[in-house]
Protein backbone atom coordinates (compact mmCIF):
# COMPACT_ATOMS: atom_id res chain seq x y z
CA UNK A 1 0.00 0.00 0.00
CA UNK A 2 2.86 1.99 0.89
CA UNK A 3 4.14 2.05 -2.56
CA UNK A 4 0.78 2.88 -4.36
CA UNK A 5 0.62 5.78 -2.17
CA UNK A 6 3.83 7.20 -2.94
CA UNK A 7 3.22 6.62 -6.49
CA UNK A 8 0.06 8.32 -6.24
CA UNK A 9 1.74 11.02 -5.14
CA UNK A 10 4.57 11.00 -7.92
CA UNK A 11 1.42 10.64 -10.05
CA UNK A 12 0.11 14.25 -9.19
CA UNK A 13 3.04 16.22 -8.47
CA UNK A 14 3.14 19.53 -10.59
CA UNK A 15 6.17 18.28 -12.55
CA UNK A 16 4.22 14.71 -13.54
CA UNK A 17 1.05 17.00 -14.39
CA UNK A 18 3.21 19.39 -16.67
CA UNK A 19 4.33 16.05 -18.54
CA UNK A 20 1.48 13.46 -18.76
CA UNK A 21 -1.46 15.53 -17.99
CA UNK A 22 -4.40 14.87 -20.72
CA UNK A 23 -6.67 17.45 -21.86
CA UNK A 24 -9.83 17.60 -24.24
CA UNK A 25 -9.41 21.66 -24.50
CA UNK A 26 -10.27 22.45 -27.45
CA UNK A 27 -12.99 20.14 -27.86
CA UNK A 28 -16.96 19.78 -28.06
CA UNK A 29 -18.68 17.36 -26.39
CA UNK A 30 -22.07 15.90 -27.44
CA UNK A 31 -23.72 14.29 -23.94
CA UNK A 32 -25.96 10.82 -25.78
CA UNK A 33 -28.08 8.53 -23.77
CA UNK A 34 -28.21 5.78 -26.05
CA UNK A 35 -32.26 4.41 -25.04
CA UNK A 36 -32.95 7.53 -25.79
CA UNK A 37 -31.23 8.50 -29.12
CA UNK A 38 -32.37 6.16 -32.18
CA UNK A 39 -33.26 2.52 -32.15
CA UNK A 40 -30.65 1.38 -34.59
CA UNK A 41 -31.77 -2.87 -34.29
CA UNK A 42 -35.37 -3.45 -32.82
CA UNK A 43 -34.50 -7.18 -32.11
CA UNK A 44 -33.05 -6.22 -28.75
CA UNK A 45 -36.33 -4.43 -27.56
CA UNK A 46 -37.46 -6.47 -24.94
CA UNK A 47 -40.32 -4.35 -22.24
CA UNK A 48 -39.50 -0.96 -24.67
CA UNK A 49 -42.78 1.32 -24.00
CA UNK A 50 -42.08 4.13 -25.60
CA UNK A 51 -45.63 5.85 -23.78
CA UNK A 52 -43.94 5.70 -20.67
CA UNK A 53 -40.94 7.84 -19.61
CA UNK A 54 -39.60 5.40 -17.19
CA UNK A 55 -39.59 2.12 -19.12
CA UNK A 56 -37.19 1.23 -22.16
CA UNK A 57 -37.41 2.57 -25.46
CA UNK A 58 -35.26 1.12 -27.94
CA UNK A 59 -32.18 3.24 -28.56
CA UNK A 60 -29.12 1.37 -28.95
CA UNK A 61 -25.32 1.34 -29.50
CA UNK A 62 -26.56 0.55 -33.42
CA UNK A 63 -28.42 3.17 -33.55
CA UNK A 64 -25.96 5.66 -32.29
CA UNK A 65 -23.28 4.20 -34.82
CA UNK A 66 -25.89 5.03 -37.77
CA UNK A 67 -26.47 8.74 -36.34
CA UNK A 68 -22.61 9.68 -35.73
CA UNK A 69 -22.58 11.30 -39.30
CA UNK A 70 -25.38 13.57 -37.77
CA UNK A 71 -23.38 14.11 -34.35
CA UNK A 72 -19.99 14.92 -36.50
CA UNK A 73 -22.55 17.57 -38.92
CA UNK A 74 -23.39 19.40 -35.80
CA UNK A 75 -19.58 19.68 -34.91
CA UNK A 76 -19.11 18.06 -31.82
CA UNK A 77 -15.50 16.07 -31.74
CA UNK A 78 -16.31 13.96 -28.96
CA UNK A 79 -19.11 11.80 -27.89
CA UNK A 80 -19.89 11.01 -23.94
CA UNK A 81 -22.32 8.13 -23.24
CA UNK A 82 -23.83 7.37 -20.15
CA UNK A 83 -23.48 3.78 -19.25
CA UNK A 84 -23.87 1.18 -21.06
CA UNK A 85 -23.06 -1.74 -19.04
CA UNK A 86 -25.60 -4.97 -18.19
CA UNK A 87 -27.89 -3.17 -16.01
CA UNK A 88 -30.32 -5.05 -13.08
CA UNK A 89 -32.91 -7.01 -15.53
CA UNK A 90 -35.57 -5.98 -12.80
CA UNK A 91 -37.93 -2.31 -12.83
CA UNK A 92 -37.21 -0.66 -9.00
CA UNK A 93 -39.38 2.13 -8.20
CA UNK A 94 -41.59 1.26 -11.26
CA UNK A 95 -38.73 2.64 -13.23
CA UNK A 96 -36.35 0.14 -16.30
CA UNK A 97 -32.65 0.70 -16.01
CA UNK A 98 -32.47 2.49 -19.40
CA UNK A 99 -30.58 5.26 -17.96
CA UNK A 100 -27.46 2.72 -17.24
CA UNK A 101 -27.07 3.73 -13.43
CA UNK A 102 -28.24 0.74 -12.09
CA UNK A 103 -25.49 -1.96 -12.99
CA UNK A 104 -25.38 -5.68 -12.54
CA UNK A 105 -21.96 -6.18 -14.68
CA UNK A 106 -19.68 -3.51 -14.94
CA UNK A 107 -17.42 -5.77 -18.03
CA UNK A 108 -20.40 -6.03 -20.34
CA UNK A 109 -23.15 -3.95 -22.88
CA UNK A 110 -26.69 -4.68 -21.79
CA UNK A 111 -28.53 -6.41 -24.25
CA UNK A 112 -31.09 -3.78 -24.69
CA UNK A 113 -27.91 -1.99 -25.95
CA UNK A 114 -26.19 -4.46 -27.51
CA UNK A 115 -23.67 -6.27 -27.38
CA UNK A 116 -19.53 -5.42 -26.70
CA UNK A 117 -18.67 -6.45 -30.50
CA UNK A 118 -21.55 -3.69 -30.96
CA UNK A 119 -19.56 -1.62 -28.49
CA UNK A 120 -16.54 -2.07 -30.35
CA UNK A 121 -18.39 -1.05 -33.81
CA UNK A 122 -19.45 2.35 -32.19
CA UNK A 123 -15.87 3.36 -30.67
CA UNK A 124 -14.22 2.46 -34.58
CA UNK A 125 -17.13 4.15 -36.22
CA UNK A 126 -16.65 7.16 -33.85
CA UNK A 127 -12.41 7.06 -33.62
CA UNK A 128 -12.85 6.58 -38.28
CA UNK A 129 -14.82 10.14 -38.18
CA UNK A 130 -12.43 11.64 -36.00
CA UNK A 131 -13.94 12.18 -32.55
CA UNK A 132 -13.06 10.83 -29.23
CA UNK A 133 -15.45 8.21 -26.61
CA UNK A 134 -15.65 9.45 -23.49
CA UNK A 135 -17.93 7.01 -21.58
CA UNK A 136 -19.34 7.48 -17.98
CA UNK A 137 -18.11 5.04 -15.31
CA UNK A 138 -19.97 4.05 -12.05
CA UNK A 139 -17.90 3.58 -8.86
CA UNK A 140 -20.14 4.27 -5.81
CA UNK A 141 -22.86 1.73 -6.17
CA UNK A 142 -24.53 -1.36 -7.52
CA UNK A 143 -28.21 -1.56 -9.25
CA UNK A 144 -30.69 -1.65 -6.21
CA UNK A 145 -31.30 -5.65 -7.55
CA UNK A 146 -28.16 -6.81 -8.42
CA UNK A 147 -27.23 -10.10 -7.68
CA UNK A 148 -23.56 -8.93 -5.86
CA UNK A 149 -25.50 -7.24 -3.23
CA UNK A 150 -26.37 -10.66 -2.29
CA UNK A 151 -23.37 -12.64 -3.19
CA UNK A 152 -20.98 -10.34 -2.16
CA UNK A 153 -22.26 -8.36 1.09
CA UNK A 154 -18.81 -7.72 2.15
CA UNK A 155 -18.74 -5.27 -0.71
CA UNK A 156 -21.02 -2.62 0.90
CA UNK A 157 -21.36 -0.49 3.70
CA UNK A 158 -23.38 -1.60 6.17
CA UNK A 159 -26.83 0.62 7.96
CA UNK A 160 -24.97 0.21 11.00
CA UNK A 161 -21.77 2.23 9.56
CA UNK A 162 -23.96 4.60 8.09
CA UNK A 163 -25.18 5.18 11.25
CA UNK A 164 -22.09 5.76 13.03
CA UNK A 165 -20.35 7.80 10.69
CA UNK A 166 -19.44 11.56 10.31
CA UNK A 167 -18.99 11.00 7.03
CA UNK A 168 -22.68 10.11 4.95
CA UNK A 169 -21.66 11.49 1.92
CA UNK A 170 -18.92 8.73 1.33
CA UNK A 171 -20.51 5.40 3.76
CA UNK A 172 -24.23 5.74 3.39
CA UNK A 173 -25.93 5.05 0.21
CA UNK A 174 -27.10 7.61 -2.62
CA UNK A 175 -30.78 7.24 -3.22
CA UNK A 176 -30.91 4.42 -1.46
CA UNK A 177 -28.57 2.21 -3.81
CA UNK A 178 -26.07 -0.01 -2.21
CA UNK A 179 -23.07 1.39 -1.42
CA UNK A 180 -19.94 -0.32 -2.52
CA UNK A 181 -16.94 0.29 0.05
CA UNK A 182 -13.74 0.94 -1.92
CA UNK A 183 -11.38 0.13 1.09
CA UNK A 184 -12.67 -3.25 0.16
CA UNK A 185 -9.57 -5.03 -1.65
CA UNK A 186 -11.88 -6.97 -4.01
CA UNK A 187 -14.24 -3.75 -4.66
CA UNK A 188 -10.85 -1.81 -5.08
CA UNK A 189 -9.44 -4.46 -7.78
CA UNK A 190 -12.80 -4.35 -9.56
CA UNK A 191 -13.08 -1.21 -10.22
CA UNK A 192 -9.84 -0.51 -11.53
CA UNK A 193 -9.97 -3.41 -13.63
CA UNK A 194 -12.66 -1.84 -15.06
CA UNK A 195 -11.23 1.42 -15.92
CA UNK A 196 -8.74 -0.80 -17.59
CA UNK A 197 -11.14 -3.22 -19.20
CA UNK A 198 -13.06 -0.25 -21.25
CA UNK A 199 -9.80 1.75 -21.55
CA UNK A 200 -8.77 -1.19 -23.76
CA UNK A 201 -11.82 -0.85 -25.81
CA UNK A 202 -10.59 2.29 -27.12
CA UNK A 203 -12.13 4.74 -24.97
CA UNK A 204 -10.46 7.63 -24.64
CA UNK A 205 -11.31 9.68 -21.44
CA UNK A 206 -13.98 8.83 -18.52
CA UNK A 207 -16.83 10.92 -17.06
CA UNK A 208 -17.16 9.70 -13.30
CA UNK A 209 -20.36 9.54 -11.77
CA UNK A 210 -21.23 11.30 -8.67
CA UNK A 211 -17.67 11.39 -7.42
CA UNK A 212 -18.79 13.34 -3.95
CA UNK A 213 -20.33 9.97 -2.77
CA UNK A 214 -16.79 8.24 -3.08
CA UNK A 215 -14.08 8.58 -1.06
CA UNK A 216 -11.27 10.55 -1.51
CA UNK A 217 -8.27 8.50 -1.39
CA UNK A 218 -9.65 5.05 -3.55
CA UNK A 219 -10.60 8.24 -6.01
CA UNK A 220 -6.90 9.02 -6.02
CA UNK A 221 -5.48 5.79 -6.83
CA UNK A 222 -8.28 5.47 -9.94
CA UNK A 223 -7.27 8.89 -10.88
CA UNK A 224 -3.45 7.70 -10.77
CA UNK A 225 -4.10 4.97 -12.94
CA UNK A 226 -5.83 7.06 -15.73
CA UNK A 227 -3.38 9.74 -15.25
CA UNK A 228 -0.73 7.20 -15.64
CA UNK A 229 -2.86 5.61 -19.10
CA UNK A 230 -3.17 9.01 -20.34
CA UNK A 231 -7.04 9.04 -20.15
CA UNK A 232 -8.78 12.32 -19.25
CA UNK A 233 -10.84 12.25 -16.33
CA UNK A 234 -14.44 14.46 -15.86
CA UNK A 235 -16.20 14.02 -12.44
CA UNK A 236 -19.75 15.14 -11.52
CA UNK A 237 -19.86 16.74 -8.04
CA UNK A 238 -23.44 17.65 -7.94
CA UNK A 239 -23.73 21.52 -8.02
CA UNK A 240 -19.98 22.39 -7.40
CA UNK A 241 -18.96 25.95 -7.99
CA UNK A 242 -15.44 27.17 -8.96
CA UNK A 243 -13.94 26.47 -5.58
CA UNK A 244 -15.22 22.95 -5.88
CA UNK A 245 -13.55 22.45 -9.22
CA UNK A 246 -10.64 23.81 -8.43
CA UNK A 247 -10.32 21.82 -5.86
CA UNK A 248 -10.22 18.45 -7.71
CA UNK A 249 -8.59 19.77 -10.38
CA UNK A 250 -5.77 20.01 -7.96
CA UNK A 251 -6.61 16.72 -6.68
CA UNK A 252 -6.05 14.75 -10.10
CA UNK A 253 -9.28 15.45 -12.14
CA UNK A 254 -9.09 16.93 -15.48
CA UNK A 255 -11.64 18.56 -15.42
CA UNK A 256 -15.24 19.07 -13.62
CA UNK A 257 -18.47 20.20 -14.77
CA UNK A 258 -19.13 23.89 -13.42
CA UNK A 259 -22.53 23.96 -12.47
CA UNK A 260 -22.81 27.28 -10.46
CA UNK A 261 -22.35 28.79 -14.44
CA UNK A 262 -25.02 26.49 -15.38
CA UNK A 263 -27.31 28.08 -12.71
CA UNK A 264 -26.53 31.57 -13.58
CA UNK A 265 -26.90 31.17 -17.03
CA UNK A 266 -30.40 30.11 -16.78
CA UNK A 267 -31.21 32.68 -14.21
CA UNK A 268 -29.54 35.36 -16.69
CA UNK A 269 -30.58 34.14 -19.82
CA UNK A 270 -33.80 31.86 -19.41
CA UNK A 271 -35.47 33.67 -16.45
CA UNK A 272 -34.04 37.43 -17.43
CA UNK A 273 -32.11 38.32 -14.60
CA UNK A 274 -29.34 40.46 -14.42
CA UNK A 275 -25.99 38.99 -15.56
CA UNK A 276 -24.00 40.08 -12.81
CA UNK A 277 -24.55 36.36 -11.51
CA UNK A 278 -22.80 35.20 -14.62
CA UNK A 279 -19.83 38.03 -14.72
CA UNK A 280 -19.50 36.97 -10.81
CA UNK A 281 -18.66 32.97 -11.31
CA UNK A 282 -16.39 33.76 -14.54
CA UNK A 283 -14.73 36.36 -12.31
CA UNK A 284 -13.53 33.79 -9.90
CA UNK A 285 -11.44 31.59 -13.13
CA UNK A 286 -8.52 32.80 -12.02
CA UNK A 287 -8.67 29.98 -8.81
CA UNK A 288 -8.91 27.17 -11.51
CA UNK A 289 -5.69 25.48 -11.99
CA UNK A 290 -6.57 24.41 -15.69
CA UNK A 291 -9.62 26.58 -16.07
CA UNK A 292 -9.48 25.37 -20.36
CA UNK A 293 -10.59 21.79 -18.97
CA UNK A 294 -13.30 23.30 -16.72
CA UNK A 295 -16.60 21.46 -18.41
CA UNK A 296 -19.39 23.93 -19.09
CA UNK A 297 -23.03 22.78 -19.96
CA UNK A 298 -26.51 24.11 -20.25
CA UNK A 299 -28.23 21.43 -18.94
CA UNK A 300 -27.99 17.66 -18.82
CA UNK A 301 -30.03 14.70 -17.48
CA UNK A 302 -30.01 15.21 -14.43
CA UNK A 303 -31.71 18.77 -14.61
CA UNK A 304 -34.57 20.16 -16.02
CA UNK A 305 -34.33 21.16 -19.92
CA UNK A 306 -32.26 24.53 -20.12
CA UNK A 307 -35.55 25.78 -22.60
CA UNK A 308 -37.66 24.55 -19.70
CA UNK A 309 -37.01 27.07 -17.65
CA UNK A 310 -39.33 29.76 -19.30
CA UNK A 311 -42.75 29.89 -18.80
CA UNK A 312 -43.04 30.73 -22.92
CA UNK A 313 -42.47 28.07 -25.21
CA UNK A 314 -42.34 30.33 -28.05
CA UNK A 315 -39.35 31.85 -26.61
CA UNK A 316 -37.25 29.10 -25.79
CA UNK A 317 -36.02 28.58 -29.18
CA UNK A 318 -34.47 32.14 -29.46
CA UNK A 319 -33.18 31.87 -25.74
CA UNK A 320 -31.17 28.20 -26.14
CA UNK A 321 -29.77 30.10 -29.11
CA UNK A 322 -28.59 32.95 -27.10
CA UNK A 323 -27.42 29.98 -24.35
CA UNK A 324 -25.82 28.01 -27.03
CA UNK A 325 -24.20 30.83 -28.76
CA UNK A 326 -22.80 32.47 -24.93
CA UNK A 327 -21.84 28.97 -24.21
CA UNK A 328 -19.37 28.19 -26.90
CA UNK A 329 -17.95 32.02 -26.57
CA UNK A 330 -16.32 30.95 -22.98
CA UNK A 331 -12.74 29.54 -22.20
CA UNK A 332 -13.92 25.55 -21.26
CA UNK A 333 -14.87 22.81 -22.70
CA UNK A 334 -18.96 22.37 -24.05
CA UNK A 335 -21.02 19.98 -23.85
CA UNK A 336 -24.36 20.05 -25.42
CA UNK A 337 -26.71 17.04 -24.32
CA UNK A 338 -28.44 15.81 -26.58
CA UNK A 339 -31.56 17.65 -27.70
CA UNK A 340 -30.33 21.08 -27.00
CA UNK A 341 -29.04 21.95 -30.07
CA UNK A 342 -32.96 21.74 -30.73
CA UNK A 343 -34.42 23.88 -27.89
CA UNK A 344 -36.05 20.49 -26.51
CA UNK A 345 -38.37 20.95 -23.83
CA UNK A 346 -38.54 18.77 -20.66
CA UNK A 347 -38.68 19.59 -16.82
CA UNK A 348 -37.60 17.36 -13.86
CA UNK A 349 -36.08 13.48 -14.86
CA UNK A 350 -37.66 11.73 -16.52
CA UNK A 351 -39.28 14.45 -18.61
CA UNK A 352 -35.44 16.04 -19.78
CA UNK A 353 -35.21 12.40 -20.84
CA UNK A 354 -37.56 12.68 -24.12
CA UNK A 355 -36.48 10.60 -27.26
CA UNK A 356 -34.53 12.36 -29.45
CA UNK A 357 -36.07 14.18 -32.75
CA UNK A 358 -33.85 14.16 -35.93
CA UNK A 359 -34.01 16.75 -38.93
CA UNK A 360 -36.58 15.13 -40.54
CA UNK A 361 -38.90 15.64 -37.70
CA UNK A 362 -38.19 19.41 -36.92
CA UNK A 363 -40.28 22.35 -37.06
CA UNK A 364 -38.41 25.73 -38.58
CA UNK A 365 -37.69 27.08 -34.43
CA UNK A 366 -35.62 23.66 -33.97
CA UNK A 367 -33.95 23.95 -37.41
CA UNK A 368 -32.97 27.36 -36.47
CA UNK A 369 -31.57 26.56 -33.50
CA UNK A 370 -29.40 23.80 -34.60
CA UNK A 371 -28.22 25.81 -38.03
CA UNK A 372 -27.25 28.61 -35.44
CA UNK A 373 -25.65 26.14 -33.24
CA UNK A 374 -23.83 24.14 -35.88
CA UNK A 375 -22.46 28.12 -37.37
CA UNK A 376 -21.31 28.88 -33.70
CA UNK A 377 -19.16 25.94 -33.79
CA UNK A 378 -17.67 26.40 -37.16
CA UNK A 379 -16.70 30.12 -35.66
CA UNK A 380 -15.50 28.55 -32.64
CA UNK A 381 -13.05 26.03 -34.00
CA UNK A 382 -11.68 28.39 -36.76
CA UNK A 383 -10.44 30.36 -33.77
CA UNK A 384 -7.75 29.75 -31.74
CA UNK A 385 -8.59 32.66 -29.41
CA UNK A 386 -12.10 30.92 -28.72
CA UNK A 387 -10.69 27.71 -28.66
CA UNK A 388 -7.79 28.19 -26.52
CA UNK A 389 -7.65 31.50 -25.98
CA UNK A 390 -7.30 33.10 -21.96
CA UNK A 391 -10.28 34.79 -21.07
CA UNK A 392 -10.16 37.98 -19.11
CA UNK A 393 -13.66 40.53 -18.37
CA UNK A 394 -13.70 44.06 -18.78
CA UNK A 395 -14.96 46.55 -16.88
CA UNK A 396 -17.88 47.01 -18.14
CA UNK A 397 -20.30 50.41 -16.41
CA UNK A 398 -21.69 49.82 -13.51
CA UNK A 399 -25.06 51.18 -15.75
CA UNK A 400 -24.86 48.65 -18.38
CA UNK A 401 -23.82 45.42 -15.99
CA UNK A 402 -27.40 43.89 -15.99
CA UNK A 403 -27.92 43.73 -19.58
CA UNK A 404 -23.87 43.80 -20.98
CA UNK A 405 -21.46 41.63 -20.28
CA UNK A 406 -17.90 41.54 -21.97
CA UNK A 407 -14.83 40.01 -22.17
CA UNK A 408 -11.82 38.84 -24.63
CA UNK A 409 -10.56 35.50 -25.87
CA UNK A 410 -6.74 35.76 -26.66
CA UNK A 411 -4.38 33.61 -28.10
CA UNK A 412 -1.00 34.14 -29.94
CA UNK A 413 -1.57 37.24 -32.43
CA UNK A 414 -5.37 36.82 -32.29
CA UNK A 415 -7.88 38.76 -29.93
CA UNK A 416 -11.74 37.81 -29.87
CA UNK A 417 -14.27 40.07 -27.86
CA UNK A 418 -17.25 38.52 -26.88
CA UNK A 419 -20.46 40.27 -26.15
CA UNK A 420 -24.00 39.06 -24.05
CA UNK A 421 -26.57 41.04 -24.74
CA UNK A 422 -29.83 40.24 -21.95
CA UNK A 423 -31.60 43.12 -23.40
CA UNK A 424 -34.50 43.12 -24.56
CA UNK A 425 -34.41 44.93 -27.95
CA UNK A 426 -31.64 45.90 -30.47
CA UNK A 427 -29.52 48.58 -28.74
CA UNK A 428 -26.34 49.83 -29.53
CA UNK A 429 -23.62 50.56 -26.80
CA UNK A 430 -20.52 53.17 -27.03
CA UNK A 431 -17.92 52.93 -24.08
CA UNK A 432 -14.83 54.46 -23.47
CA UNK A 433 -11.80 52.42 -24.03
CA UNK A 434 -9.83 53.54 -21.08
CA UNK A 435 -13.18 52.56 -18.87
CA UNK A 436 -13.03 49.00 -20.24
CA UNK A 437 -9.56 48.26 -19.60
CA UNK A 438 -8.87 48.07 -23.83
CA UNK A 439 -6.03 49.46 -26.00
CA UNK A 440 -7.27 49.02 -29.27
CA UNK A 441 -6.75 50.95 -32.91
CA UNK A 442 -9.38 52.01 -34.49
CA UNK A 443 -11.38 49.34 -36.83
CA UNK A 444 -14.22 49.61 -39.57
CA UNK A 445 -17.71 47.82 -38.78
CA UNK A 446 -16.50 44.58 -38.33
CA UNK A 447 -19.17 41.43 -38.54
CA UNK A 448 -19.61 38.70 -35.97
CA UNK A 449 -17.71 35.59 -36.31
CA UNK A 450 -20.98 33.92 -36.01
CA UNK A 451 -21.95 34.57 -39.57
CA UNK A 452 -25.90 34.53 -39.13
CA UNK A 453 -26.26 36.89 -36.93
CA UNK A 454 -26.01 40.92 -37.37
CA UNK A 455 -24.18 42.14 -34.87
CA UNK A 456 -21.37 44.36 -35.34
CA UNK A 457 -18.59 46.21 -33.73
CA UNK A 458 -16.74 49.80 -34.57
CA UNK A 459 -13.87 51.15 -32.58
CA UNK A 460 -13.08 54.97 -33.33
CA UNK A 461 -11.97 57.91 -31.47
CA UNK A 462 -11.62 55.89 -27.94
CA UNK A 463 -14.59 54.16 -28.14
CA UNK A 464 -16.04 50.87 -28.32
CA UNK A 465 -18.72 50.62 -30.26
CA UNK A 466 -21.39 47.50 -30.43
CA UNK A 467 -25.01 47.26 -32.25
CA UNK A 468 -26.31 43.97 -30.66
CA UNK A 469 -29.34 42.28 -31.13
CA UNK A 470 -31.80 41.81 -28.21
CA UNK A 471 -31.03 38.55 -26.07
CA UNK A 472 -27.84 37.23 -28.02
CA UNK A 473 -24.31 36.78 -27.50
CA UNK A 474 -21.81 37.63 -30.52
CA UNK A 475 -17.72 37.24 -30.84
CA UNK A 476 -15.83 39.97 -32.87
CA UNK A 477 -12.21 39.96 -33.90
CA UNK A 478 -10.12 42.57 -32.71
CA UNK A 479 -7.01 44.22 -33.79
CA UNK A 480 -5.01 45.28 -30.60
CA UNK A 481 -2.41 47.51 -30.20
CA UNK A 482 1.05 46.21 -29.75
Not at 1 to 29: D, F, K, V, Y
Request: proline share 5%.
Amino acid sequence: MRCLATLTALLLTPAALAQATPSMEGQIIYQVMPDRFFDGDPANNAGVDRANLRAWHGGDLAGLTQKIPYIKSLGATAIWLTPVYQQQAKSSFDTAAYHGYWPENFQNVDPHFGSLATFDTFVKTAKDAGMKVILDQVINHFGYEASAVKQHPAWFHTQAQCDATNDQDTVCPLAGLPDLNQQQPEVKKMLLDNANFWRARGVDAFRYDAIKHVEQAFLQELLAQDRAAGTWTLGEWYDADTGTVAEWQNNGFDSLFLFSLQSALKRSIMNGQSLRGVREVLSRSNELPRPGEVTLFLDNHDVPRFAQATLFEDEAPQLTRYGLRALLTLRGIPVIWQGTEIAMRGGADPDNRRDMRFDNQWNQSEKMVFDATRTAIVARKASPALNHGVQTLLNVPDSYQDNLLLFTRVQDEQTVLAAWHNGKERRTYSIPLNKLGLSTRDQAVTKSLFTDQDAKVSISKGYLHLSLPAKDAAAFPLGLEK
